[in-house]
């Protein structure tokens, strides 16, 4: 039975995360934009309290979607 070794884990983690770089940056920079948008659009429908909590709503949803593909 082989032991767990923390310096391969992180090795074996750090070697895939290069090699996907381009989709980690990707899916970064698209929450980022997204959670902008949401926010903006949270300023803007300040005034309108049910608007406000609908934005905040999807904003949830979207980031919930895009948490749990990285995940799985």
Known sequence: MKKFSIKEAVSFGFGVAKKNILFFLGVFVISILISG???S?????KEAAFF????SF??????SLLTWDIKN
């Open 41 to 45: 659009f949270q300023e803007a429908l």
């Open 52 to 55: 406000s909590v609908l934005a």
């Open 37 to 39: 948008i949401g926010n």
């Open 58 to 63: 999807v904003i949830w949803v979207i980031s």
